[in-house]
């Protein structure tokens, strides 16, 4: 008997080695805006769409990001990983050979965040600070992107809570309409999926 549960032990560890490979996969859907839309993105020198983009990315630490448009300097940076948590997962339950598979695929890390939204600078701009100034529609797209994930929240649970308070602020909305204009962003987020989509609706609602 404890020979047979023994050999189930393992079967179950091995079945679950690698478990971040095979809960989380290999890839990542990360979204991508800009401002002006239309930059080209590009990961690792290769070219996989122009902006508002959403995109399934293979997992892999290290890799570059830029985004170009023709009249505007190019921005690159370094695309932000975190340990995926099925990685530590896969320590306590499969031990190090599941460790090992996730290393290898790249599911050992996931994108963080997983939505880029980026300003770019006209060419022959000098700016002292580096920041170029932001219009109201893209300060409110800005914020939908980056607060994403808390704002569909509070909205699916049809809370009005600090992060849609904070958009309805940004989308300069009287207190008298704040209720309404809460029911049409969440009708909103319900038909559009994509991130950039969704922020694009609601500020063509709000700031014509």
């Known amino acids: 008997m404890k020979e047979a549960r023994l050999a189930a032990l393992l079967f179950a ?4 080695a690698g478990c971040a490979s095979i809960v989380s996969g290999r890839t990542q859907e990360v979204s991508f805006t800009s401002n002006p839309e239309g930059a080209t993105v590009t990961v690792n020198g290769r070219i996989i769409g122009k902006t508002p983009l959403t995109a399934n990315l293979q997992r892999e630490k290290g890799q570059s990001l830029a985004f170009s448009k023709e009249g505007y300097k190019t921005l690159s940076r370094e695309f932000e990983t975190d340990l995926n948590g099925w990685f530590w997962g896969n320590i306590v339950i499969g031990g190090l050979p ?14 963080a965040p997983s939505q880029y939204m ?5 060419d022959g701009t000098n700016r002292i600070d580096g920041k170029p100034t932001l219009s109201d ?5 800005e914020y939908i992107v980056v607060a994403y994930k808390s704002l569909h929240e509070e909205l699916t649970k049809n809370d009005k809570g600090e992060y849609v308070r904070s958009l309805l602020n940004i989308l300069k909305i009287p207190d008298a309409q704040q209720d309404d204009a809460t029911t049409k962003i969440r009708a909103l987020s319900e038909a559009y ?3 950039p989509v969704f922020a ?3 500020v063509e609602m709000y700031l014509k």
């Open 13 to 16: 560890l091995v079945a679950l």
């Open 98 to 111: 599941g460790s090992t598979t996730d290393g290898i695929t790249g599911s050992m890390y996931k994108y």
């Open 118 to 122: 980026v300003t770019l600078e006209p």
């Open 137 to 141: 529609q893209q300060k409110a797209k």
């Open 193 to 195: 999926k994509d991130i």
């Open 200 to 202: 694009d609706r609601v």
